[in-house]
């Protein structure tokens, strides 16, 4: 028998990282998948399948995706039972993740290169070259009035 799945999709919300009694870290997750098949309307709906990941795979989930963040998991279906508190009984089918692609590329952090303390001749450019001369009308009255 096959059980393998493989899905692209959108994070539902931001995973986090949990650590079992065991100590292996894993982070439960819904990925947003768009259905195949067309409604009567013409539109497609959408799939939320709940994904759980584990080890060094999970840790890096939550590292480098958010919410929205567009991704491709490679693993097998799971089904498993437990009494709820109220005591009746539950079944959960979710996708154990063996491996996940990032489909996006990393956010570049906003960095101010005013603020970088780098030597001048480590430029490639004079920095005089980096802002335009731009002259204010405050500095022609002073230099009208003093002819």
Not at 76 to 81: D, E, I, P
Request: overall charge positive; charged content about 35%; some cysteine.
């Amino acid at each position: 028998m096959i059980n393998k799945v493989i899905l692209i999709g959108r994070l539902t919300k931001d995973p986090e990282l949990r650590k079992s009694n065991s100590d292996v870290s894993f982070a439960s997750f819904d990925l947003a998948v768009d259905n195949a098949v067309k409604e009567s309307d013409g539109t497609r709906g959408t799939c939320f399948i709940t994904c759980k990941v584990f080890g060094v795979t999970a840790e890096n989930l939550v590292k480098y995706c958010r919410k929205g963040s567009k991704v491709a998991i490679d693993g097998s279906l799971n089904q498993r039972r437990y009494e709820a508190k109220d005591g009746s009984n539950r079944t959960v089918i979710e996708v154990i993740v063996d491996s996940v692609d990032f489909l996006e590329p990393k956010k570049e952090a906003n960095v101010n290169l005013d603020s970088l303390d780098l030597p001048e001749d480590d430029l490639p450019f004079k920095a005089e070259e980096t802002k335009p001369q731009q002259k204010s009308k405050k500095s022609k009255k002073t230099s009208k009035k003093a002819k």
